[in-house]
């Protein structure tokens, strides 16, 4: 698992739907690397046989995975790379997410919709149209209770700009990390009622994995206060949607925020388009843009051929 | 202007709609200091006559100045003094604002909007009434440019959070203050279509002068790109509305966010109303919550009767 000892056998296989954007990128930085670069995965099988190398999208990598018989190391595109770890497929080379980069985007989303819901955006506007003057005082983030599911890089991304404008933030993960800006964890679903007691926000950004399925279900809605906003910008499989339909219909769960869901885009007949104070984004909270994704491409590039480990290296057994 | 000669001189009038909430946090911190307090003007002038102090509403304490012969300081509740600053009131008295105090709540709200227009919250909503599963992306906050007009504490609050987004920051100003978030500073009416020209976000959080009224008007609007949104929290007579209107109608702006206006509440008739791209809040930006501003009183409390100089002392002259 390290090319520094052949650093003239690198070929680089782009699968992506922007692989001419990631192409122009990685070539202006090593514009000496040999590069194959296609949308299509039937052309990728035709033209990449003998690349050590993937970058690209775990979906559209997925299906020539097998065809790739001399990959060493596939640095994905996005953050999930749920595609790559069906138990069919093998497992027999490096593979890093995404992970690092979704932080800023995901914090813009997160504090975008708790600061609508505190300065009542959406009532606002519901008034003006009505030419009605609404003096109707709006909150403040200050002093309110935000609650992390999961506190990796993205979590912990959003820790720090809680703490910015004078959150509390308490923290379920599997080990009191490293995050300076967490207050309190809490650890294992015993604990997962104590977590979710004094929230005011409820704010997922786990990993889709056995452990995480369904985490969102009745027990921990059931132990939310009824002022309590959950946000999912995470993974869909984590919610147990019809919970959450019934927890707002019945009020008590002030609303929801939600991008991902267990099937995108989401049916025209799923009860969620009817269900009151939730908000659908429909999976634009975190887009991987090239311009982002390639440094980190090029940074692990970098780490490969000097035989350094990897940033974001997935353990196919952990799922993330 | 002293009070240290005299500590037990010392006679305190509340005069503010939320009186009793305000006198309840001033006794809990000084029990001994006596205290008259009201919403009413006209109960102010029968039991305030002999008191030193005032703590307020400018609007209500305007209506009694002439009648506090003995008054020597007097404490705002509200940012803006306009009422006490009118010049047939008397000026023979200490005054200090409410500064320092609206920072976090005037971020809260300028943030909110500037993420609610790069994530297309409204818009979002729209499509969703329709069941329509909208992936059109987000933009960010981060290497956007907020220009901000007047970089006082609340400039300064701003600034500092749209750093920790990412943006750049521009500052119109007087001086080139020490606000370390600032990037580049402007000064003088010559170079206010320089600093218009690069903004994404124009910000107005200066205070009514005869040097800001109608800052914002034909010349600063038309040097603005296109893409740029206006945010006004800070005073409405900065504002040339009907050069505002047509720069909306026109598309020569992206948005404006006005959230105070020459007249409040905006009257029914007024073309605002029907501006496109125009949102309007109704003057709670940032409303002054007694938890907030009692502390300001307490602080500047223990500073008279120490003989030391009061925070955020207003310049009759300069005024603010």
């Known amino acids: 698992m390290n090319g520094a000892t052949e650093p003239h056998m690198n070929r680089l296989l782009i699968l992506a739907r922007r692989a001419a954007e990631y192409r122009a990128l990685v070539e202006s930085a090593l514009p000496t690397l040999e590069i194959v670069s296609t949308q299509s995965p039937d052309e990728a099988v035709a033209i990449a046989r003998d690349c050590d190398l993937g970058f690209g999208e775990p979906l559209l990598l997925a299906r020539v995975l097998r065809d790739l018989n001399t990959l060493r190391w ?3 595109t996005w953050a999930g790379v749920e595609p790559l770890l069906d138990p069919s497929l093998r497992r027999d080379y490096a593979l890093t997410s995404a992970c690092g980069v979704f932080g800023p985007l995901m914090t813009e989303y997160v504090i975008g919709y708790l600061l609508a819901h505190e300065r009542r955006i959406l009532e606002k506007h519901a008034s003006q149209q009505l030419a009605h003057w609404d003096p109707r005082p709006p909150g403040t983030l200050r002093g309110k209770c935000l609650g992390l599911l999961g506190v990796g890089s993205i979590g912990s991304a959003l820790a720090r700009t ?17 995050c300076p800006d967490v207050d309190v964890y809490f650890h294992g679903r015993d604990r997962l009622a104590d977590f979710a007691a004094d929230l005011d926000y409820l704010v997922c950004v786990m990993p889709n994995t056995s452990e995480t399925r369904g985490l969102v ?19 869909g499989s984590v919610v147990d949607e019809q919970a959450l339909a019934e927890a707002l219909h019945a009020g008590r769960l002030a609303g929801a925020v939600l991008d991902v869901f267990v099937d995108e885009p989401l049916p025209a007949d799923h ?26 491409f090029l940074d692990n590039y970098d780490r490969w051929s000097r035989g350094q480990p990897l940033r974001c290296r997935v353990d196919f057994d952990r799922g993330y």
């Open 217 to 235: 279900g009745r027990t921990l809605l059931a132990a939310l206060p009824p002022r309590a906003v959950f946000v999912n910008p995470g993974r």
């Open 74 to 76: 596939l640095q994905s």
């Open 271 to 296: 009860p969620f388009w009817r269900t009151p104070n939730l908000l659908i984004t429909a999976h634009t909270a975190a887009l991987s843009v090239p311009r982002d994704i390639a440094p980190l």
């Open 162 to 178: 809680a703490k910015h404008f004078g959150m509390r933030v308490h923290g379920y993960s599997r080990s009191s990390g490293a």
